[in-house]
């Protein structure tokens, strides 16, 4: 897929600017961890297993980016976990709660929706449909934001969208990463880009 579709405008991937590629990361590129998790990374993934007493744990790229940003990455659940594959973008670590961002789940909030909650209150801004994930199968997500348009792809289709009037400013740096939630997920084959959103063009 190399065009995205958010209603009335699209992003393409292929006119976007690249900012990091997994395929060609340093092990110490990762190395903000929240909770008490391990955090296995090896050159292929960055795998998260849950060891408690902390409910969560996440798992942060130490370089701020500034301005909008798209995740494209793979993610399953290692069996027997079923439930939440979480990732973060344009969030901060100022202070305590957390600094504005967004955090995008599948499987989540207790009953397997799918959705976008804003950071710091930690509140779902929209929910998709639940939707059950299978342990070891590999979901491919595109999800980000773009000029206040926060949207979650899940295997080729638009599953969450919505726009956000108060979108951290294109002048603000933010950090991206990886959770889990009492579970065992792995993350693997992640770009990030700077993405260029530009209006539909329909035709009659």
Not at 56 to 72: M, T, Y
Not at 145 to 163: M, P, Q, S, W, Y
Request: hydrophobic fraction near 35%.
């Amino acid at each position: 897929m190399t065009k995205i579709s958010l209603i009335e405008n699209e992003i393409d991937l292929d006119k976007s600017e690249l900012l990091y590629d997994f395929q060609n990361f340093k092990k110490d590129d990762w190395d903000i961890v929240r909770g008490d998790s391990d955090w296995i990374i090896t050159d292929k993934a960055i795998r998260g297993i849950y060891k408690g007493p902390e409910l969560h744990s996440q798992i942060f790229f130490n370089k701020a980016i500034k301005g909008d940003v798209v995740l494209e990455f793979d993610a399953k659940l290692l069996a027997p976990s079923e439930h939440d594959i979480i990732w973060l973008w344009k969030t901060s670590f100022e202070a305590e709660p957390w600094g504005e961002g967004y955090l995008g789940c599948l499987a989540g909030w207790y009953d397997d929706y799918l959705g976008i909650e804003k950071l710091p209150d930690y509140n779902a801004r929209v929910l998709g449909r639940t939707y059950r994930l299978e342990p070891e199968r590999v979901y491919h997500i595109i999800s980000g934001t773009a000029k206040g348009h926060n949207f979650i792809i899940l295997d080729g289709e638009l599953v969450c969208f919505f726009t956000d009037p108060a979108a951290p400013s294109l002048d603000k740096e933010g950090y991206l990463g990886f959770g889990i939630y009492q579970s065992d997920a792995e993350y693997s084959n992640l770009k990030v880009y700077r993405p260029n959103l530009q209006p539909k063009k329909f035709g009659y």
